[in-house]
């Protein structure tokens, strides 16, 4: 059972900076897809940044510039820049065993495998 923990969440201004970490496993991270979604209540879940086991990421429109993804040892993250209000969310890391098919964000991380129990992250204006 593959088990994620999530940290690094808090209240930060629009405009600053905040790192999410989460704890897998050595197995996890390097032999599967990895990503970061977020959901606010009341709307569907948004998938933010997808990592891929060959190394190509994949972001949303909105995140694009500001958000980076990335993987060490037993652990992934979510650098996030230039925060704005709208990325208020709670944020999951996931897991999902490798996709194949188009190489979209939707395609490569669909979110049909292993969640962690999310952090939440306040962007105050």
């Known amino acids: 059972e593959v088990q994620l923990t999530e940290s690094g969440g808090g209240l930060v201004q629009a405009g600053g900076s905040l790192r999410l970490s989460c704890a897998a496993s050595i197995f996890d991270v390097n032999n599967n897809h990895i990503s970061w979604f977020r959901q606010v209540p009341g709307k569907e879940r948004e998938r933010v940044a997808c990592?891929?086991?060959?190394?190509t990421e994949y972001y949303v429109d909105s995140v694009k510039g500001r958000f980076a993804i990335s993987k060490d040892n037993a652990a992934m993250y979510l650098q996030m820049n230039s925060l704005k209000p709208e990325d208020t969310a709670v944020y999951y890391c996931?897991?999902?065993?490798?996709?194949?098919?188009?190489?979209?964000?939707?395609?490569?991380?669909?979110?049909?495998?292993?969640w962690g129990q999310g952090t939440q992250v306040t962007v105050s204006s």
């Open positions: 996931v897991v999902d065993m490798p996709q194949f098919g188009n190489r979209d964000i939707a395609t490569m991380c669909p979110g049909f495998g292993s």
């Open positions: 990592l891929t086991i060959d190394g």
